[in-house]
């Protein structure tokens, strides 16, 4: 059984970018994992919580098949953290699946695994991939080799749909 592990914000998380892309993961039989820097309740930007199974500082990247940021405005909490560059790094080094939607490409970016690669973001971090030398495309979602990225909410689906294909390979 393929395992993953969605990397929450405490606040702020966009709902449906966790939701979305759990159920469908869920229903293609990969077992999901969902982690935070705390195990309280995390909450979403729509008013959805989530009590997180980990603590990011636990993630294991051999334990999982794909290591997933999940966007929303408190992503950003992400952006400058040593332990998420360094579990962006190693997945991709690892050859693992390293994905990200919304404004969280910024992490993957600013971790330098996006160099030289397509991607895409909310549109307002266009910029940010570009500057970290990133192939900003724009593009709803995004695979480049092990690297899956999308633009926000309404590709949730299809940036999962893209995960799963991606771990069925």
């Not at 309280?40 to 980990?54: N, R, V, Y």
């Not at 404004?103 to 500057?131: D, M």
């Not at 979602?141 to 909410?153: L, R, V, W, Y």
Request: hydrophobic share 45%; proline share 4%.
């Amino acid at each position: 059984m393929k395992k993953v592990v969605m990397i929450i914000a405490e606040n702020d998380f966009r709902d449906e970018e966790l939701f979305v892309p759990k159920e469908i993961f869920e229903k293609a039989g990969i077992e999901v994992k969902v982690a935070s820097t705390a195990l309280k309740q995390a909450h979403g930007m729509l008013g959805a919580t989530f009590k997180p199974d980990i603590l990011v500082n636990d993630i294991n990247v051999r334990d999982f098949d794909a290591i997933i940021f999940v966007g929303g405005s408190g992503a950003s909490q992400y952006w400058d953290d040593p332990v998420a560059h360094r579990l962006a790094q190693e997945a991709n080094n690892t050859g693992r699946i390293v994905a990200a939607i919304c404004i969280a490409p910024v992490t993957l970016a600013r971790a330098g695994i996006l160099k030289g690669k397509r991607a895409t973001v909310w549109s307002s971090e266009g910029a940010q991939l570009k500057s970290e030398g990133a192939n900003y495309t724009g593009r709803p979602a995004e695979k480049d080799g092990n690297i899956i990225t999308a633009n926000g909410p309404s590709a949730a689906r299809e940036f999962a749909e893209e995960l799963v294909k991606a771990l069925k390979e």
